[in-house]
Every structure is written in C-alpha cells, then in structure tokens.
T-cell receptor, first 114, second 115 residues
C-alpha cells in the first residue's frame, strides 16, 4: 500500500487544456514537495508546501496543501507541450523529525499533445 | 552554484558483481539521501547520511550500503548484484536547518543495468 496515492497515474491532454493531479494520504505530513522528472534525468523540485491550507503559484502551476496536511493538489492552467513529464509528490511524514527521508507517490505521467 | 553530480551516469554489470556509485552534493549541503527508482516500485528511500553518519535507512537488504566522506561526498555500494537491482539510482542533497522543512535537490542519477 502506497503511503502517498497519486491520481491519475496517466494523463494525456491537448495543449491549452487544464488539469489537476492529486496526492492523497491517510497520514499527516510535515511538508510536501512536488517534483517534475524528465526521462533519464533526476526529479527537479517545483515547490514545497508546509502549512495546512497553503496555496502556492508558480506561473501556470498552482499547488495546494490540504487543511489537515494529508493531501495536496497540483493544477496546471493552459497546459503546454513543455509541461510533459512525470510529476511526483513527496513528503516528510509528521513525527519523523528533521529527516532526509522522503516518501514518494507513484507519480503521474503527463503527456501534452500539440 | 553547481548542482548535485553523480558518477557514472550509466553502468552495466553482471549478476554477482558489486558496484560503487558516487554522489557529490551541492556545496554547503551536508546531507545526502539515496533513492532507487524502478518502474514497478517508483522511488524508494535507501538511506541518508549526514556528517559522515548514517541517519536513516530504508527497507533494503544489507547488500546495499553507503558512506559519506568529510567533504560530504557520498558513495553507495551494492554487493552480489541481482537482476532486480537494475534501476535508476538517485542521490539528493539538502541543507539541514534546525526546525525547518528540508528541500532535497536531486542529481541526474546513475542508470544501473544488471545482466
């Protein structure tokens, strides 16, 4: 059983469409991070959210941390072909202390078609 | 600032051999974490090193080991390789700040293929 469940696992959309990726857990997290990974490369950090209810925006990307710090979402407005990639949520479980152990969701593969 | 570097980028080994992978963190980062990424299991935490000491360990067999040097560079070693060890091995470095959340920055990974 994944501690962090991401949905959907695969998403294929046309350029210009909007989309939302979800990251859910039954556990509380101290912080959640979103990464984007391209084939053959390491994940690149997009954002970190730490406060329940927090919303962060990065150009066309909007990230939200749930009030109870058990879930997060990533919304992309007007997707572009350059947004194609694997999106990963990862978090530090509450109570783990100051740890370098990240728990990852299984990822969402996004394909944006021109 | 230079990012996290990993060497080698690609490696092909046969079953039973051992392998050593290297990771140089971002300058000033003293924590290095290692992850294994496979299509079936996704990213799984292997271990974390800070100030030359292992601080956390994931659920991997003892064939997986690591160490960290005084300059924060880290190596991981896999002995008696099995086919299932084929994966992308990623290291991530982070700045340890008391009471703060840590952001991890990943290297490009080492793609290990076991034949």
């Amino acid at each position: 059983t994944q501690l962090l469940e991401q949905s959907p696992q695969f998403l294929s959309i046309q350029e210009g469409e909007n989309l939302t990726v979800y990251c859910n857990s039954s556990s509380v997290f101290s912080s959640l991070q979103w990464y984007r990974q391209e084939p053959g490369e390491g994940p690149v950090l997009l954002v970190t959210v730490v406060t329940g209810g927090e919303v962060k925006k990065l150009k066309r990307l909007t990230f939200q941390f749930g009030d109870a710090r058990k879930d997060s979402s990533l919304h992309i407005t007007a997707a572009q072909t350059g947004d194609t990639g694997l999106y990963l949520c990862a978090g530090v479980k509450f109570g783990s202390g100051n740890t370098g152990k990240l728990i990852f969701g299984q990822g969402t593969t996004l394909q944006v078609k021109p | 600032k230079a990012g996290v570097t990993q060497t080698p980028r690609y490696l092909i080994k046969t079953r039973g051999q051992q392998v050593t992978l290297s990771c140089s963190p971002i300058s000033g980062h003293r924590s290095v974490s290692w992850y294994q990424q496979t299509p079936g299991q996704g990213l799984q935490f292997l271990f974390e090193y800070f100030s030359e000491t292992q601080r956390n360990k994931g659920n991997f067999p003892g064939r997986f080991s690591g160490r960290q040097f005084s300059n924060s560079r880290s190596e991981m070693n896999v002995s008696t390789l099995e086919l299932g060890d084929s994966a992308l091995y990623l290291c991530a470095s982070s700045l340890v700040v008391s009471g703060g959340s840590r952001e991890q920055y990943f290297g490009p990974g080492t793609r290990l293929t076991v034949l």
